[in-house]
C-alpha cells in the first residue's frame, strides 16, 4: 500500500555532502511517518534519521547527529536527507521506509524503497 522511491546518492570525497530525496505514494503514505536506514557492506540494516509529520520532530542516530537533517513535506509525499561532512563510514545503501514515532523512537514498518548507494571516500 505505500510505494517508495530513493534518489540522489552517488559517490562524495569526505567532508563532503549529498542530499537524498525520497518520494512516497500509495493510499497509507500520508498517515506514516517517514525515515531512513542504511545498510553498509557486510553489516545489519540501521535507523539513520526519522521525521513525525505531525509536528515535524526529527529523530537521528547518534553517529549522525550534528552532521545530517531529515525534512520533508508531508502535504508532497517527499522526505529528504542532508548530508553534510560525510565520512568513510557513512558508506551504505540508504532505504526510505514508512513507520511512525512512538514516545519519541521511530519504529519502521515492512515499507522500503529499493535504496540508493551512497560511497564515501578517503
Known amino acids: 500500500q505505500v510505494q517508495l522511491v530513493e534518489s540522489g546518492g552517488g559517490l562524495v570525497q569526505a567532508g563532503g555532502s549529498l542530499r537524498l530525496s525520497c518520494a512516497a505514494s500509495g493510499r497509507t503514505s500520508s498517515n506514516a511517518d517517514m525515515g531512513w536506514f542504511r545498510q553498509a557492506p557486510g553489516k545489519e540494516r540501521k535507523f539513520v534519521a526519522g521525521i513525525r509529520w505531525s509536528d515535524g520532530s526529527t529523530y537521528y542516530a547518534d553517529s549522525v547527529k550534528g552532521r545530517f537533517t531529515v525534512s520533508g513535506d508531508n502535504a508532497k509525499n517527499m522526505v529528504y536527507l542532508q548530508m553534510n561532512n560525510l565520512k568513510p563510514e557513512d558508506t551504505a545503501v540508504y532505504y526510505c521506509?514508512?513507520?511512525?514515532?512512538?514516545?519519541?523512537?521511530?519504529?519502521?514498518?515492512?515499507?522500503w524503497g529499493k535504496g540508493t548507494l551512497v560511497t564515501v571516500s578517503s
Open positions: 521506509n514508512a513507520g511512525q514515532v512512538v514516545r519519541g523512537h521511530y519504529y519502521g514498518l515492512d515499507y
